[in-house]
């Protein structure tokens, strides 16, 4: 096996199970947390919004730093959507790990390739923000 | 023959799938409404269990959670399509993430094929997640149908056989052909072909995937074992390391653009996730033959009721 698979092997047994656990764990924290205070805190609204869900209302356009912010001050709605985006980061962290490893590799085809799929990734955000 | 029908509580005609949904006491109806804690946890527990269902016989059927949470949430949980294909799109993400890590663990997953082809699906998901927001949900119904009929058709068709190929020039230039590790513990090498016409495929696997919500794993593996000839093993763990990408780019327009619902897509998430990693566990030593016959069943029925809700407008 050659020096480049070899590096490429461990990526992939070793720190990419790492970064998907770790990911997902931290998702799953905030989304169990994000539910249970909003199930205890505001019941009320929880009720609410799945209804408004059934009737096709679901839209709720926040700002990246007005989310954090909230989620920081302990809003259940805005906890559980940080989960949401930190657990669709995931696929993200992966990519963007993976560039740079065949940057490394110095593999100019795939680290365009890589590249490209992240671009493609941050241009889906630029695509959902335009409607 | 179109499927029976009966006139529902509502004065509609309503296919036996969802006349059996509105005769069950679930925690999705308006008499349900106190708004207190315990109405939360009703909702929240229904949802979670309507969710680890689906991703405990997406993973044994093979298909994911994504093709049985979408047609589970319309017609159980009264969703429109497009909260349900937000919340399932999120839930992919979570299961193909969790799964790729006992895949990669094995070393069956080829990170240059996936890459390469990540490149087309991609593409295809961006498209497809933005043309959820605007076509009409009747339309992402019938074409919903369309799908577990064509996932249906690739569950029962056989595999080829395994007789490994060489490369095709441009395969062997980007280096896509690799090794596996044997029963035995010996290494046997393969090689790719067919690459422009497995990259095509996966733009309609993208698409597929950011419309509708799904994996489109079928699809996936399904290019890759015909037309790129990789062994089935590689295959599935490839497309699997796949569908997470191309689902978090699907996903990733409908959280920028504000339609996810984060009151479904939380537990529905949690719930898929917890399902595919139970249905993954007891697989090994499941008669998945059986199982798939069964799953077709179950597809079909839910094809039909999809289709019959889209083209009778309910």
């Not at chain 1, 947390?33 to 919004?49: E, I, W």
């Not at chain 1, 993976?98 to 100019?108: A, I, P, S």
């Not at chain 2, 080829?160 to 896509?176: A, E, F, I, K, Y």
């Not at chain 2, 993208?206 to 699809?219: D, K, P, Q, V």
Request: net charge positive; with cysteine; charged share 15%.
């Amino acid at each position: 096996m050659s020096r480049d698979r070899r590096i490429e092997d461990q990526i992939l047994r070793k720190w990419t199970p790492l970064i998907l656990r770790t990911l997902l764990l931290i998702s799953a924290a905030l989304l169990v947390l994000g539910l249970a205070t909003m199930g205890s805190s505001a019941p009320g609204y929880y009720v609410r919004r799945f209804r408004a869900a059934q009737l096709g209302v679901s839209h709720i356009r926040q700002e990246w730093y007005e989310l954090g912010k909230s989620a920081l001050s302990g809003d259940p709605r805005s906890i559980t959507m940080f989960g949401l985006f930190v657990l669709t980061l995931v696929p993200l962290g992966r990519v963007g790990f993976t560039f740079v490893l065949f940057l490394r590799e110095r593999d100019g085809v795939f680290a365009l390739a890589t590249a490209y799929v992240l671009a493609a990734l941050i241009a889906g955000i630029m695509l959902g923000r335009l409607g | 023959m179109a499927p029976p029908s009966r006139i529902g509580t509502t004065g509609r005609r309503v296919c036996p799938l969802s006349a059996l949904a509105s005769d069950l006491p679930t925690p999705f109806r308006h008499e349900n409404d106190r708004r207190s804690f315990k109405a939360v946890l009703n909702i929240v527990s229904g949802l979670l269990g309507l969710s680890l269902l689906a991703g405990f016989v997406g993973a044994l059927s093979g298909l994911g959670g994504g093709v049985f949470i979408v047609p589970g949430l319309v017609i159980l949980a009264h969703m429109p399509m497009q909260v349900a294909v937000s919340a399932s799109l999120i839930s992919v993400v979570a299961t193909s993430a969790g799964a790729s890590v006992a895949f990669v663990r094995d070393g069956w997953t080829n990170l240059r094929v996936a890459m390469i082809l990540e490149c087309a699906t991609v593409t295809g998901a961006l498209v497809g997640a933005y043309l959820a927001g605007v076509v009409p949900h009747k339309v992402l119904e019938l074409l919903f149908a369309l799908m577990m009929l064509q996932s249906a058709y690739f569950s029962l068709i056989q595999h080829r056989d395994d007789n490994v190929p060489t490369s095709d020039r441009c395969c062997t230039w980007l280096g896509l052909g690799g090794e596996i590790e044997n029963v035995d513990g010996t290494v046997s090498s393969y090689g790719v072909v067919g690459l422009p016409w497995g990259a095509s495929l996966m733009v309609a696997a993208g698409f597929m995937s950011g419309l509708l919500g799904i994996g489109a794993g079928a699809l996936k593996v399904a290019a890759m074992d015909y037309f790129m000839r990789l062994p089935l093993k590689v295959s599935s763990a490839t497309s699997n390391f796949m569908i997470g990408v191309t689902a978090g780019a699907g996903a990733l327009v409908f959280l920028a653009r504000g339609d996810v619902s984060t009151v479904v897509a939380a537990p529905v998430a949690l719930g898929v996730t917890g399902g595919s990693l139970a249905g993954s566990r007891i697989l090994p030593r499941a008669n998945v033959r059986t199982l798939r016959l069964l799953f077709v069943a179950i597809l079909l029925m839910i094809a039909l009721e999809m289709a019959w809700r889209a083209l009778n407008g309910i």
